[in-house]
């Protein structure tokens, strides 16, 4: 057990996120029980601690009486040099358990910036950090989460990933691995993952052999055992009713960035942006019902205290029972004081209403995000989203008392040309001057944010060559030239981490050396602006011969064999080719869960249903 | 309008919480144990608790006052059993008693708090009793007082209530000290062992202190014996 000194602790910033010991947290003899299992998150406490996934599976294994499930965190930097200089060794913060005494530390991996800092832990935990120099007495390293759809420049530094939805397949690892250990733990670890590597939803990277050919492309990946299969598709859970969620989960002494309840009312969404890969990695959309959402929230109110529930999903609004649960939950709770959220805004009026239903805080303000300053760019992206619908949300929630707006877009998409920029900057003031209209006064605050687009694998822009960091600026600079109001606040993100993101997200596994050499260097953090290093990375991509445009700024030929195909959220390739060519075309394609079904080809791939609740009484 | 007064404890488990994360983790605290509390009207209630005392970050304490006000009336047992239930590690509800009526606000009254001090002894004991005596001694004493903000000069004798002592125990340092609470301020002990190593020259490592407030009082009574 590591014992902390006070004079250490004393000298940190926010020391309670090392000190563990929150309320409803589990704290397990390991002598007890069969398995141990860390779950990490490689970012600090307040956004480790604010992710659903990790909850949901802490609160799996930690019902099982074989397993101890635990949390762990990346240390902020002031923590991580007083560990270092005192030798201390990443802990638990149940058990205070140093990170290389588990059976398994299991990554979430929520996005491609925050790789160093996986490293960085391993290195603080005195575990190797490449999966082939493990040893039998180091733990099994597992990654899982929304960047496991191309985990190729991560994965010499895993012993496997967990593919997809993970209620279900933890428990048939956990089991898997009990079992492996009765049975003497048959071949070392090699033993172990070839048993794994047999589970669906299981991609072992080491039991599959990549050749390049002359161009540096891509020219093969075979498995290189029977057990590896050639295909590895997403898990994926088909009852959302049955399957377990979270009763009680830890509530943190500190504020954290999701201080609140998080109800997921549904996963997936089919409204099918073509930049988004969430809306490809999450399909089919399938349904709490309503019923069973207010018991889940009877029990998470009484187990936590909060006062505070965000209903959340990837679109909130499209929940079709929304109306009538958000009713039926206000009345549930109405002694309680218990304040509800909606984390996503659809732009429509019905969202608006419900928002002032919900009597949102009104200083907040709302978020829209039409991610593109045209309707010609909007049907490119398939952004179903008309500048009428615009107009009309703002109005409507001009006319309830708001007057802050923000608006999310993004730069670099296909087919820009320079009138989409300065369209953003004419939506922008098309917005404050209807608030003008609606309430004949000055005073309306529009932010402008603008990200730089990253084309993503599985989704149909993965062949499009991301913009240069020069044409970012460029439009930057264009759009700062039309926004003149003072009432619009323009805010753009740093072009430099779009690229190397760019660069990570569709990368092979040639780029784990360079991740490795920033890691060395001293890169982590990156997703922090403060804390990125720019100069670092350049240079690890130099000292390991490897130009990041390769893997950014290349169009792909469609013909290409992607570093990505052998792990498949279960999209036929075929669909998302033809959403490529309706982009560039500028056709839209219908939600398949209220129009006709595009044939993306989850559902027959992976067996599994939509289930929409709305249309039980049709 | 029925109100509990309660003594309760911020343990070592909770050590490094604020006062405002300390207050929170009560509210939340009171709603698991489905009390029937009362809330602030308006676009943001908020719930109808206070406390006598704030604690810093790194410092327990055996003896934290927190007034509750109800909705309606609870018997002093149900309370008690439903709260100690929601505690979580770290808070001790050790005494409870119902009052009714208004009573003056605890941060209004409380003028005299109790700390005890643990550093691990480095040299010899007699520097240490020396320069505690020097501080005992003098007459007055200037500590700068930094906050992100401002830096100000504070004389902090003129808020011991007694002079500070000390025991030897396994290689510790007890110190005890009481200090005044007062309208104009007060003096923290974390405070006076900066002033011990600066000014008096006391061989310690004061960033290894283990503050624990031992007891809070208003004219000689505990708060909780006041209702």
Same mark, same amino acid.
């Given at each position: 057990?590591?014992?902390?000194?006070?004079?250490?602790?004393?000298?940190?910033?926010?020391? $309670?996120?090392?000190?563990?010991?929150?309320?409803?947290?589990?704290?397990?003899?390991?002598?007890?029980? %069969?398995?141990?299992?860390?779950?990490?998150?490689?970012?600090?406490?307040?956004?480790?601690?604010?992710?659903?996934?990790?909850?949901?599976?802490y609160e799996i294994l930690n019902k099982r009486e074989d397993t101890a499930a635990e949390r762990v965190y990346a240390p902020w930097i002031d923590m991580e040099a007083k560990m270092r200089?005192?030798?201390?060794?990443?802990?638990?913060?149940?058990?205070?358990?140093?990170?290389?005494?588990? *059976?398994?530390?299991?990554?979430?991996?929520?996005?491609?910036?925050?790789?160093?800092?996986?490293?960085?832990?391993?290195?603080?935990?005195?575990?190797?950090?490449?999966?082939?120099?493990?040893?039998?007495?180091?733990?099994?390293?597992?990654?899982?989460?929304?960047?496991?759809?191309?985990?190729?420049?991560?994965?010499?530094?895993?012993?496997?990933?967990?593919?997809?939805?993970?209620?279900?397949?933890?428990?048939?690892?956990?089991?898997?691995?009990?079992?492996?250990?009765?049975?003497?733990?048959?071949?070392?670890?090699?033993?172990?993952?070839?048993?794994?590597?047999?589970?669906?939803?299981?991609?072992?990277?080491?039991? /599959?052999?990549? %050749?390049?050919?002359?161009?540096?492309?891509?020219?093969?990946?075979?498995?290189?055992?029977?057990? $590896?299969?050639?295909?590895?598709?997403?898990?994926?859970?088909?009852?959302? *009713?049955?399957?377990?969620?979270?009763?009680?989960?830890?509530?943190?002494?500190?504020?954290?960035?999701?201080?609140?309840?998080?109800?997921?009312?549904?996963?997936?969404?089919?409204?099918?942006?073509?930049?988004?890969?969430?809306?490809?990695? /999450?399909?089919?959309?399938?349904?709490?019902?309503?019923?069973?959402?207010?018991?889940?929230?009877?029990?998470?109110?009484?187990?936590?205290?909060?006062?505070?529930?965000?209903?959340?999903?990837?679109?909130?609004?499209?929940?079709?029972?929304?109306?009538?649960?958000?009713?039926?939950?206000?009345?549930?709770?109405?002694?309680?004081?218990?304040?509800?959220?909606?984390?996503?805004?659809?732009?429509?009026?019905?969202?608006?209403e419900l928002a002032h239903k919900l009597q949102q805080v009104r200083k907040s303000g709302l978020t829209f995000a039409p991610e593109a300053g045209t309707q010609r760019l909007r049907d490119?992206?398939?952004?179903?989203?008309?500048?009428?619908?615009?107009? %009309?949300?703002?109005?409507?929630?001009?006319?309830?008392?708001?007057?802050?707006?923000?608006?999310?877009?993004?730069?670099?998409?296909?087919?820009?040309?320079?009138?989409?920029?300065?369209?953003?900057?004419?939506?922008? +003031?098309?917005?404050? *001057?209807? /608030?003008?209209?609606?309430?004949?006064?000055?005073?309306?605050?529009?932010?402008?944010?603008?990200?730089?687009?990253?084309?993503?694998?599985?989704?149909?822009?993965?062949?499009?060559?991301?913009?240069? +960091?020069?044409?970012?600026?460029?439009?930057?600079?264009?759009?700062?030239?039309?926004?003149? *109001?003072?009432?619009?606040?323009?805010?753009?993100?740093?072009?430099?981490?779009?690229?190397?993101?760019?660069?990570?997200?569709?990368?092979?596994?040639?780029?784990?050396?360079?991740?490795?050499?920033?890691?060395?260097?001293?890169?982590?953090?990156?997703?922090?602006?403060?804390?990125?290093?720019?100069?670092?990375?350049?240079?690890?991509?130099?000292?390991?011969?490897?130009?990041?445009?390769? /893997?950014?700024?290349?169009?792909?030929?469609?013909?290409?064999?992607?570093?990505?195909?052998?792990?498949?959220?279960?999209?036929?390739?075929?669909?998302?080719?033809?959403?490529?060519?309706?982009?560039?075309?500028?056709?839209?394609?219908?939600?398949?869960?209220?129009?006709?079904?595009?044939?993306?080809?989850?559902?027959?791939?992976?067996?599994?249903?939509?289930?929409?609740?709305?249309?039980?009484?049709? | 309008?029925?109100?509990?007064?309660?003594?309760?404890?911020?343990?070592?488990?909770?050590?490094?919480?604020?006062?405002?994360?300390? &207050?929170?983790?009560?509210?939340?605290?009171?709603?698991?144990?489905?009390?029937?509390? &009362?809330?602030?009207?308006?676009?943001?209630?908020?719930?109808?608790?206070?406390?006598?005392?704030?604690?810093?970050?790194?410092?327990?304490?055996?003896?934290?006052?927190?007034?509750?006000?109800?909705?309606?009336?609870?018997?002093?047992?149900?309370?008690?059993?439903?709260?100690?239930?929601?505690?979580?590690?770290?808070?001790?509800?050790?005494? =409870?008693?119902?009052?009714?009526?208004?009573?003056?606000?605890?941060?209004?009254?409380?003028?005299?708090?109790?700390?005890?001090?643990?550093?691990?002894?480095?040299?010899?004991?007699?520097?240490?009793?020396?320069?505690?005596?020097?501080?005992?001694? =003098?007459?007055?004493?200037?500590?700068?007082?930094?906050?992100?903000?401002?830096?100000?000069?504070?004389?902090?004798?003129?808020?011991?209530?007694?002079?500070?002592?000390?025991?030897?125990?396994?290689?510790?340092?007890?110190?005890?000290?009481?200090?005044?609470i007062t309208p104009a301020g007060s003096v923290k002990p974390g405070e006076i062992l900066q002033v011990f190593k600066t000014q008096f020259s006391m061989p310690i490592l004061e960033d290894?202190?283990?503050?624990?407030?031992?007891?809070?009082?208003?004219?000689?009574?505990?708060?909780?014996?006041?209702?």
């Amino acid at each position: 057990m590591v014992k902390l000194d006070p004079a250490m602790i004393h000298a940190v910033n926010k020391p $309670a996120r090392y000190t563990g010991n929150e309320f409803n947290a589990v704290q397990k003899d390991h002598a007890q029980v %069969q398995c141990t299992f860390a779950l990490a998150l490689p970012d600090v406490y307040e956004v480790g601690m604010s992710n659903l996934g990790l909850k949901i599976l802490y609160e799996i294994l930690n019902k099982r009486e074989d397993t101890a499930a635990e949390r762990v965190y990346a240390p902020w930097i002031d923590m991580e040099a007083k560990m270092r200089e005192n030798k201390i060794p990443l802990y638990s913060l149940e058990t205070f358990t140093p990170l290389s005494q588990f *059976d398994f530390v299991g990554f979430s991996l929520q996005y491609e910036m925050i790789y160093t800092n996986i490293l960085n832990m391993l290195d603080l935990a005195n575990i190797p950090l490449f999966a082939v120099e493990r040893k039998d007495t180091d733990p099994f390293i597992v990654g899982g989460g929304p960047c496991v759809y191309n985990t190729e420049p991560i994965a010499e530094f895993f012993d496997f990933f967990i593919i997809g939805e993970g209620e279900e397949i933890i428990v048939e690892v956990v089991e898997c691995f009990i079992q492996w250990k009765k049975d003497g733990c048959v071949q070392g670890r090699q033993g172990l993952l070839k048993r794994l590597a047999v589970l669906d939803g299981i991609y072992v990277p080491s039991f /599959y052999a990549v %050749q390049y050919n002359n161009e540096n492309l891509i020219e093969s990946v075979l498995p290189i055992c029977p057990e $590896a299969r050639p295909l590895v598709q997403k898990r994926v859970v088909k009852n959302m *009713d049955e399957v377990t969620f979270l009763e009680s989960p830890v509530v943190p002494y500190i504020d954290i960035v999701h201080d609140r309840i998080m109800l997921e009312l549904f996963r997936g969404c089919t409204r099918g942006c073509r930049f988004c890969q969430a809306g490809i990695s /999450y399909r089919p959309v399938r349904e709490r019902t309503p019923e069973k959402l207010r018991a889940l929230a009877k029990q998470l109110v009484a187990s936590t205290g909060y006062d505070e529930m965000a209903l959340t999903s990837l679109s909130s609004a499209d929940y079709s029972c929304l109306g009538e649960f958000v009713t039926d939950i206000m009345e549930d709770f109405k002694k309680e004081k218990l304040a509800l959220s909606l984390p996503s805004l659809r732009i429509d009026s019905f969202s608006i209403e419900l928002a002032h239903k919900l009597q949102q805080v009104r200083k907040s303000g709302l978020t829209f995000a039409p991610e593109a300053g045209t309707q010609r760019l909007r049907d490119v992206i398939n952004k179903g989203v008309t500048e009428a619908n615009l107009e %009309q949300a703002v109005r409507s929630a001009f006319e309830n008392g708001w007057n802050t707006v923000k608006l999310y877009f993004m730069m670099g998409l296909p087919t820009e040309t320079d009138e989409d920029i300065i369209g953003i900057a004419r939506l922008a +003031q098309k917005v404050v *001057d209807l /608030y003008r209209q609606v309430t004949g006064k000055r005073g309306a605050r529009v932010t402008v944010s603008v990200a730089c687009f990253v084309p993503k694998p599985y989704t149909p822009f993965q062949w499009f060559s991301q913009n240069t +960091q020069e044409e970012f600026a460029r439009k930057q600079k264009l759009l700062k030239e039309h926004i003149r *109001d003072r009432a619009i606040q323009f805010n753009y993100h740093d072009a430099h981490i779009s690229y190397l993101e760019g660069a990570i997200t569709r990368g092979d596994r040639r780029l784990s050396k360079v991740i490795y050499e920033a890691f060395k260097q001293g890169a982590k953090f990156d997703g922090w602006s403060e804390l990125f290093r720019y100069d670092i990375w350049m240079k690890a991509f130099e000292t390991c011969g490897i130009d990041p445009a390769f /893997y950014n700024q290349r169009e792909r030929s469609k013909n290409e064999l992607l570093p990505w195909e052998h792990v498949t959220p279960g999209v036929n390739k075929e669909f998302l080719l033809r959403e490529y060519h309706h982009a560039l075309k500028e056709e839209l394609t219908e939600d398949c869960r209220h129009g006709k079904c595009s044939a993306c080809g989850v559902c027959p791939n992976l067996d599994v249903k939509v289930v929409d609740w709305g249309k039980r009484h049709d | 309008m029925t109100k509990f007064r309660t003594e309760i404890t911020k343990g070592d488990e909770i050590r490094y919480v604020s006062h405002l994360d300390y &207050a929170s983790l009560m509210e939340r605290a009171i709603r698991r144990a489905k009390l029937p509390v &009362a809330y602030s009207e308006g676009f943001n209630p908020h719930m109808k608790i206070s406390f006598a005392s704030a604690l810093a970050v790194g410092v327990t304490s055996a003896a934290e006052y927190m007034d509750v006000e109800l909705k309606e009336s609870v018997e002093e047992n149900v309370f008690c059993d439903r709260l100690r239930q929601a505690l979580p590690q770290g808070v001790k509800l050790l005494r =409870a008693k119902m009052f009714e009526g208004k009573q003056k606000a605890m941060m209004a009254i409380v003028d005299l708090a109790e700390y005890n001090v643990k550093i691990p002894l480095i040299g010899d004991q007699t520097a240490i009793c020396e320069a505690m005596q020097a501080y005992n001694l =003098a007459q007055a004493v200037t500590y700068i007082r930094r906050t992100p903000k401002s830096c100000k000069e504070v004389e902090i004798k003129q808020y011991m209530q007694e002079a500070v002592q000390a025991a030897f125990v396994n290689e510790m340092i007890v110190f005890t000290m009481k200090t005044k609470i007062t309208p104009a301020g007060s003096v923290k002990p974390g405070e006076i062992l900066q002033v011990f190593k600066t000014q008096f020259s006391m061989p310690i490592l004061e960033d290894e202190a283990l503050i624990h407030r031992t007891g809070l009082y208003a004219g000689g009574q505990t708060p909780i014996d006041l209702v």
